[in-house]
């Protein structure tokens, strides 16, 4: 079988290989290489895609590490979900980038930017499509240190390095317990291969208490990656990067990681029901959280960064109660609607120069298409009736309401609600009334690179649900393998249920920022102390920052002070030390030493001046020296012979 | 018969006076007549062992042939160099020759 | 005491008195000649104890060959004998004078170890001293031209290095011109 698969993450990683080693040759030109070679990795993620669907499995591996009894693979292969993610990824790199072309320009860091975009592309690709556990893991840090380098890319304004280190170290808590898993799993198995442990698993040949820890350590992972509770703290600044970056990072794919090793490992977590319930529930919890902190939020970028942890929340809800396909599926459309609401906000934010809704508004006229690609990607997001999320969506809540978890049902609704409410706040903040400041007033549309990709998503973030609908024939379930076993009764009264909470957000939205009937301020002075709570997060940051921060500022200090006091007092003794002996070993040196050897050479040279007289020239002396040499050798053999 | 010891007394007797010569001469002349006297001396004592211990195999006697031999080419040698030394610095006193010193 | 000890207690006075003579003659011309005298006795010895083939080349050897030379050497090079007359040098006589005692008591140390070999039965004293000088003559040309016979053709080419070195050494250096 002629598989492209292993092309597939070459291409951006020769683009980085190349943009980033030429340096100052390609100051302003990265793009022309980066594009190509994602559009590239594109083509051959759709024909994988055709392949797959056609009932290939393209497999490559090599032998990576070997040691006696067992051998570490570099392999890639590709199954339906690999494939689904191959494309959705480098589908969204590529609009992205082609965005960026109109985004980035006149950026100082043009080249770096494209470079970073390109190896984040490769490593996102590789991650997808590993088939092993270590693979995947090398890729998840790669991807995480793209992330924080393109956090950091505006590192000379103040706060985006810490955003960007803060981004980087909450994730890394919790890839320590992808580490631990990883560990626990080897221990348990003594292999990485997906194939070879879940076959363990289904057969029952990892122990429980293995897989509680495989399970646990790989979901700490995936919510350090997919920003869940307790560590979503890191998506909202992460937002301190370029609007493009958080589209294909923070929203669309990076994050979605954690979701897809979820999704991967389901056959170990469907052996452990307990952490499964805890996914549910850190899920649901999630989901309804962070929309709440939506609701408050006046930076445009990051009600959509609250909107991605409540989606991801979803996600792993849906992941939690069992649902593969459903929370699969919700991925992939959020993947294109949240893509297309951070290009349609980064658009807004090039034209108006400002993140925060009240200085702009009336931006409907000024910039048509991007409002109405907002206006498409926040009827996704809301779950409107035909718009992607509505399928997606609705697929979850429909399994998590046959999962029998009516709590989580509920939260789920709930959170619908919000969600529906917080973005249709942000669409009328911004795009209706009057414009509230000059900039707002004066905004321009950006041209046909920043237009064409929100055009494109527009049609995916419509259409992308229909994949998953019974008129389309169920094609996305088939595809994954996974049966669709809702009742029509039941999915009916969930779809109900659904839109009407749409509905109700979307109404209550523009009764309160549309038509004005209620003040949303006197609402926030009435329940001052939960819009204080909102505002502030529920206080994670504070919390986080007296705990850890804080606290290892003050062990470092401690650690500071020991070394101070004690270890470089006694370093510095070792030195002196070491230095008293040497100049004692050196005045020996001079002393005895040199006046051996010194003494050696006088004497050497005091002697030959006497025994230089012997050689006297006199034929006599010489004689009788040799007479006496005869006696002696005569006196000698008489004693001793 | 003759004793042995009377040829070997014989031989230092005439050994010793050579070297006498040898060491108190200053004619370089006489110095080289002191050294022939020596290697009779040695050459009796030879030829004598040679004939007491040895007729059949007479090694002693080859011995004292070659010693004759050498005295005969070191009488050569010595004369012309004394004739080469006495016509540069017309001096036949070897105390005076100090070429080897220092 | 027999005519053979007899004779050889003369020729051996003779050779004695020579040597002396040699040493101390205050004519450098007077000293080679007693020097002819010794090299004559010395061969009367060696016929006395019965190797008259050595006896021979002695005469042939230090007659013939060392004497001329010494002669030679006597014209060439002494036609004014020392001034002051002494042959005997001054300085460091006593140390010299001194060494050479010590050097006789070593002799004496050697010949108190000679004097105590045992001649064997093989020497002379058991043999006719006529009808063994054939034999000896050729045992003496055997061991010379088969065991000795390298170095007898390396002392062949001494010689010849020797005549040319003496030529060498001794030729007037010509004039550049």
């Not at chain 1, 589908?91 to 860091?109: E, F, I, N």
């Not at chain 1, 170990?268 to 959280?289: D, F, K, N, R, S």
């Not at chain 2, 004939?51 to 080419?73: K, L």
């Not at chain 3, 050779?15 to 002819?36: D, K, Q, S």
Request: aromatic letters at 10%; glycine letters at 8%; one cysteine or more.
């Amino acid at each position: 079988m002629f598989t492209l698969a292993w092309l597939i993450p070459v291409f951006p990683a020769l683009a980085w290989l190349i943009i980033g080693l030429s340096g100052k040759e390609m100051q302003n030109t990265g793009s022309q290489l980066a594009i190509p070679a994602v559009v590239v990795s594109l083509v051959c993620s759709v024909i994988t895609l055709v392949q797959v669907a056609g009932g290939a499995q393209p497999e490559t591996s090599w032998t990576w590490l070997e040691w006696p009894g067992f051998a570490i693979s570099f392999g890639l292969q590709v199954d339906p979900l690999s494939a689904m993610m191959l494309v959705v990824v480098s589908l969204v790199s590529t609009l992205v980038q082609v965005y960026s072309l109109g985004y980035m320009a006149g950026d100082g860091h043009y080249s770096r930017y494209y470079a970073n975009l390109s190896l984040f592309t490769a490593a996102m690709l590789t991650l997808v499509m590993a088939d092993n556990y270590l693979l995947l893991l090398m890729a998840w840090e790669i991807v995480g240190l793209c992330s924080y380098l393109l956090i950091g890319h505006y590192f000379q304004n103040s706060g985006v390095p810490q955003a960007a280190n803060k981004a980087f170290l909450t994730t890394r808590v919790g890839d320590i317990g992808l580490i631990i898993a990883l560990a626990a799993l080897f221990a348990g198995t003594g292999t990485f291969s997906f194939s070879e442990v879940f076959a363990l698993a289904e057969s029952g040949g990892i122990a429980q208490s293995t897989l509680v820890w495989i399970t646990i350590g790989l979901f700490l992972g995936a919510a350090g990656k997919s920003a869940q509770l307790p560590f979503q703290v890191w998506l909202p600044d992460a937002m301190a990067g370029p609007t493009p970056v958080s589209a294909l990072i923070h929203a669309a794919t990076m994050v979605a990681a954690g979701v897809y090793l979820i999704a991967r490992s389901l056959p170990l977590y469907l052996a452990v029901p307990e952490v499964m319930q805890l996914i549910a529930w850190v899920g649901g919890l999630t989901a309804l959280l962070a929309a709440a902190v939506g609701l408050v939020v006046h930076d445009i970028k990051k009600v959509l960064a609250y909107s991605t942890i409540s989606q991801l929340g979803y996600m792993m809800l849906g992941l939690g109660v069992g649902a593969y396909y459903p929370g699969v599926f919700h991925l992939m459309t959020h993947a294109f609607f949240k893509a297309l609401l951070f290009l349609a906000a980064g658009s807004v934010i090039h034209a108006v120069h400002t993140q925060d809704m009240r200085r702009m508004g009336g931006l409907a006229k000024r910039l048509p298409y991007t409002s109405a690609a907002f206006l498409i990607g926040a009827l996704a997001l809301a779950g409107v009736y035909p718009f992607a999320g509505f399928y997606s969506k609705d697929s979850i809540l429909a399994e998590v309401y046959l999962s029998g978890h009516r709590v989580l049902f509920w939260l789920g609704i709930l959170a619908a609600v919000i969600t529906a409410f917080y973005i249709t706040r942000a669409v009328v903040l911004t795009f209706w009334h009057r414009p509230r400041s000059e900039a707002a007033a004066e905004a321009h549309e950006s041209g046909p690179v920043m237009t064409v990709p929100l055009v494109i998503l527009s049609l995916l973030a419509l259409s992308a649900g229909w994949l998953g609908a019974e008129f389309a024939g169920n094609l996305l379930p088939r595809f994954l393998g996974s049966e669709v076993h809702h009742t029509d009764a039941v999915h009916r009264m969930v779809t109900l249920v659904a839109s009407l909470a749409a509905m109700l957000g979307i109404g209550s939205a523009l009764a309160f920022y549309h038509f004005r009937w209620f003040d949303p301020q006197r609402m926030a002075q009435r329940f001052s102390r939960l819009h204080r709570i909102l505002q502030q997060a529920y206080g994670f940051d504070a919390l986080y920052m007296r705990v850890f921060v804080q606290g290892t500022i003050s062990l470092s200090e401690q650690v500071s002070r020991f070394d101070l006091n004690v270890i470089d007092k006694f370093v510095n003794w070792v030195g002196s030390a070491t230095r008293s002996l040497a100049m004692g070993i050196a005045k020996l040196d001079r002393v005895l030493i040199d006046g051996f050897v010194v003494g050696m050479g006088t004497g050497l040279d005091l002697a030959g001046e006497k025994v230089r007289r012997w050689q006297s020239g006199q034929i006599a002396n010489y004689l009788l020296s040799l007479v006496w040499a005869v006696l002696i050798s005569i006196l000698t053999f008489k004693i001793f012979g | 018969m003759i004793p042995l010891s009377w040829l070997v007394t014989l031989a230092g007797l005439l050994f010793g006076i050579g070297l006498l010569g040898a060491l108190l001469s200053t004619n370089a002349v006489r110095m080289l007549i002191s050294i022939e006297l020596m290697l009779n001396a040695v050459n009796i004592n030879l030829v004598a062992f040679s004939r007491y211990y040895g007729a059949s195999q007479p090694h002693g006697e080859i011995a004292a042939i070659f010693a004759m031999v050498v005295g005969a080419a070191e009488a050569a040698v010595g004369l012309a160099i004394f004739v080469a030394v006495a016509r540069n610095s017309k001096l036949i006193d070897i105390d005076k020759i100090n070429l080897l010193k220092w | 005491m027999s005519l053979e000890q007899l004779l050889f207690l003369v020729v051996a006075a003779v050779i004695v008195l020579a040597a002396l003579g040699a040493v101390f003659a205050r004519r450098i011309m007077h000293a080679a000649l007693c020097a002819v005298v010794v090299f004559t006795a010395v061969g009367g010895i060696y016929a006395i104890i019965g190797s008259y083939f050595i006896a021979v080349a002695q005469v042939l050897i230090y007659i013939g060959a060392v004497a001329t030379v010494l002669v030679f050497a006597v014209m060439l090079s002494g036609q004014k004998d020392i001034a002051g007359g002494s042959p005997i040098r001054r300085q460091a006589r006593w140390k010299t004078v001194l060494t050479w005692a010590a050097f006789v008591v070593g002799l004496v140390m050697v010949f108190q170890f000679t004097l105590n070999l045992t001649v064997p039965a093989s020497g002379p004293a058991n043999a006719p001293m006529a009808a063994e000088s054939a034999t000896s003559l050729r045992f003496l040309g055997q061991l010379l031209f088969y065991d000795y016979l390298l170095p007898f053709e390396v002392i062949s080419l001494l010689l010849l290095l020797v005549l040319i070195g003496a030529v060498v050494i001794a030729r007037k250096e010509s004039d550049p011109q």
